[in-house]
């Protein structure tokens, strides 16, 4: 009978035909400006951004997903390419394809990835829910928009947002332990005017344990959207990200240990996920066991997609890996990077079965450098304009003459770092740069392993367009 009830509650709250469920959304929040969608007949809200549209639903078995837009339509992608989805064009403004399993979607039109792109956002439909009645359960309803929302959170506490609510404000917490943050509602940065300030990021956990976010989506942030700090045992799951402002970082994971990202689509200024070892704690405490698998990746002008750095200030950062990814853009930057800005060695670190689409710079860029974002580094403005290292990175800078024993001693080490089942399916092969400090602060024991180009395996390092500086025992295979 209990299973019973929550199945009729869930329903009052949605609409749903057949096996696609949508929801009812705030008054003037969804648009069909750039697009119309149809789900197996039943309309879905878009949700407008100024870089890209998306749609949100659930379902089971199969959808047929029909779009209409106000663009003259000459040719579709649809990315991840992995899925092998193709559009069947009904006319010069409209298309259709079929899915049989839950995605996370862009469709690019006529070639142009800024010509406000369609992310096609799904899910399998809910199982269970958090009782609304308990007391430990915060609830925001579906289809009401919550205008300034500062909420802290304290132990064993559950956010849910309901399907179709809309949160304009941020979620916060210090030392606290049970935390879930959960639903299929939206996060909206809209109304945030100033990008430094802590309180404008949508998540900030900081000294937490025990830390569970899935589902959400997360809506023009404009800055770093989910921060977890020196956090412990955490999960990050289907969540969705699409924002396009200045240190708009999706997620930074920042001095944690025992961490798993699994199924995020993000479109991102900035880096689409940093895992980081900055902040004042002690040295001693490393960044530790973090998985990343099953995402896909957007990258757009700054940063980079998936990035270890550039805040490395613990004496380790270790056993960290990336798996089973879709990078379908990044516009600039890199691909994969590990950019070491402090002391910290670097080791024990995997990115193994990522499929690159569309990489306009760098494929893999490993790099030991000084930085305005390092221990050392200096921040005065006149000091950055002289300095600054014009060229192939952000925010690195040159080292006055004379000081080059002081800031020695704040560069640490690279190693043991492996790129396997790397395919780059494509446009022009990005570059790949291994550049360590110096040869006692270098990296050392790369293994690139079946890396392809458009199918071709490459096997040396010209072929593979990668330059190497202060590297040692760089093998591929």
């Known amino acids: 009978m209990r299973k019973i009830l929550l199945i009729a509650s869930l329903f009052l709250s949605i609409c749903s035909f057949g096996q696609v469920t949508t929801w009812k959304t705030p008054e003037g929040f969804a648009s069909e400006k750039f697009y119309q969608v149809k789900v197996n007949g039943t309309r879905i809200p878009v949700f407008d951004t100024p870089i890209a549209s998306y749609a949100i639903f659930d379902f089971s078995a199969e959808a047929e997903v029909e779009i209409n837009t106000m663009f003259d339509v000459r040719w579709v992608d649809i990315r991840p390419l992995r899925t092998g989805l193709k559009p069947e064009y009904t006319g010069d403004n409209s298309f259709h394809f ?6 996370n979607l862009s469709i690019e039109l006529n070639g142009r990835i800024r010509q406000q792109p369609l992310f096609i956002l799904t899910g399998k439909p809910e199982i269970s829910r958090p009782i609304k009645s308990d007391k430990n359960v915060i609830w925001f309803e579906g289809g009401k928009l919550y205008k300034d929302v500062k909420l802290e959170l304290k132990d064993n506490q559950t956010v849910y947002i309901e399907g179709g609510a809309v949160i304009q404000g941020y979620i916060f917490a210090t030392g606290k332990k049970n935390i879930k943050i959960c639903g299929r509602g939206i996060i909206d940065g809209s109304l945030n005017k100033n990008l430094a300030e802590n309180k404008n990021r949508f998540i900030s956990l900081t000294d937490c344990e025990g830390i569970t976010i899935e589902d959400i989506t997360l809506h023009n942030g404009t800055t ?7 956090c412990n045992k955490a999960e990050i799951n289907r969540v969705k990200i699409v924002s396009e402002s200045g240190s708009d970082d999706g997620m930074d994971i920042f001095r944690c240990t025992n961490v798993v990202v699994d199924g995020v689509f993000a479109h991102t200024k900035d880096d689409c996920i940093a895992i980081k070892s900055g902040g004042k704690y002690s040295s001693s405490y490393p960044t530790d066991n973090i998985l990343v698998k099953n995402c896909t990746f957007w990258n757009s002008i700054w940063g980079n997609a998936i990035e270890i750095g550039f805040e490395l200030y613990s004496n380790e950062v270790k056993n960290i890996r990336f798996e089973n990814i879709d990078v379908i853009h990044v516009e600039d930057g890199a691909t994969m990077s590990i950019h070491n800005a402090g002391q910290a060695h670097v080791h024990n670190v995997v990115f193994e079965n990522i499929r690159v689409e569309d990489s306009r710079q760098k494929l893999f860029d490993v790099a030991i450098f000084f930085s305005q974002w390092g221990p050392d580094g200096i921040q005065d403005p006149e000091f950055i304009k ?9 925010g690195v800078q040159k080292i006055p003459e004379g000081k080059e024993a002081y800031h020695r001693q704040f560069r640490g080490t690279i190693s043991d770092i492996v790129f396997k089942d790397i395919q780059v399916l494509g446009g022009l092969l990005p570059f790949s740069v291994f550049h360590g400090f110096d040869k006692e602060k270098n990296v050392s024991g790369i293994t690139i392993e079946n890396l392809t180009y458009m199918g071709k395996k490459l096997t040396d390092i010209e072929g593979s ?3 190497k500086q202060n590297t040692e025992n760089l093998i591929i295979k």
């Open 224 to 230: 770093w959207q989910i921060a977890l700090f020196h």
């Open 465 to 467: 367009k990668i330059r």
């Open 98 to 103: 079929k899915m049989k399993n839950p995605e």
């Open 386 to 394: 002289k300095n600054y290292l014009s060229g192939a990175w952000d």
